[in-house]
């Protein structure tokens, strides 16, 4: 069954450092793969989206994901992070038409 | 810009009472869904469908009833709500042809006394 999990339930960063949120997948195929990010009392927002070609892909605010079929990862970067990058972020994966979501990483951006 | 809206936005309740949680969506998609969001567990989908007049059992149904009358409207069900339904709960919006990319509501923070 696909799946996904995120080993880091926690990751702090100095605001200004660069950034990297991990996921793996399990899957048969290469799949759909997502980014989501939670602010605050907020719902979900998608940041980033994968299917098929450049494995390196863009997502809003500087967030940039790099799809690995070998490594089965699905990694989240950023360049620098600013203090409003605090949140939750979500990896995900969809089977038919449900998505199954990792457990969440909570990021914190020290000043 | 997709909008998915739910109400109420925070409900406190009695335990045994029946407890509708409502969402709205304007994005003409198929399918709908229900998650709960609790510390340590992430998301869990509830219920989902895949237009008017079906329902189908996520991962944690039990205790939970949908009924989606409309394209446009989904509500998750509390016949007998219990103090462990006390949770986040989240609607959201998609269908294939996005992509299956979902589109979620602010939340209902639902507390059961």
């Known amino acids: 069954a696909q799946s996904v999990t995120q080993p880091d339930a926690r990751v702090t960063v100095s605001e200004g450092a660069s950034l990297q949120l991990r996921c793996k997948y399990s899957?048969?195929?290469?799949?759909?793969l997502f980014w989501y990010v939670q602010y605050p009392r907020q719902g979900l927002q998608m940041l980033l989206k994968y299917y098929s070609g450049d494995p390196v892909v863009q997502g809003v605010n500087g967030f940039e994901a790099e799809f690995s079929k070998s490594d089965s990862s699905f990694h989240l970067r950023k360049a620098s992070v600013h203090w409003s990058d605090s949140a939750v972020y979500f990896c995900?994966?969809?089977?038919?038409?449900?998505?199954?979501f990792g457990s969440g990483t909570k990021l914190t951006v020290e000043p | 810009e997709a909008a998915v809206t739910q109400s109420p936005r925070n409900k406190v309740a009695v335990t045994g009472g029946k407890v509708t949680l409502s969402c709205n969506q304007t994005n003409n998609h198929n399918n709908m869904y229900w998650y709960r969001q609790d510390t340590g567990h992430g998301l869990r989908l509830i219920h989902y469908?895949?237009?008017?007049?079906?329902?189908e059992k996520g991962d944690i149904p039990d205790g939970y009833k949908a009924s989606r009358p409309s394209q446009e409207n989904f509500s998750l069900i509390l016949e007998l709500a219990t103090p462990s339904q006390t949770s986040v709960y989240f609607c959201?919006?998609?269908?294939?042809?996005?992509?299956?990319?979902?589109?979620f509501g602010p939340g209902t923070r639902l507390l059961v006394l």
């Open positions: 959201a919006s998609g269908d294939r042809a996005g992509g299956f990319t979902q589109y």
């Open positions: 469908s895949y237009g008017a007049g079906s329902t």
């Open positions: 899957y048969s195929a290469t799949p759909y």
């Open positions: 995900a994966v969809p089977n038919y038409n449900v998505l199954y």
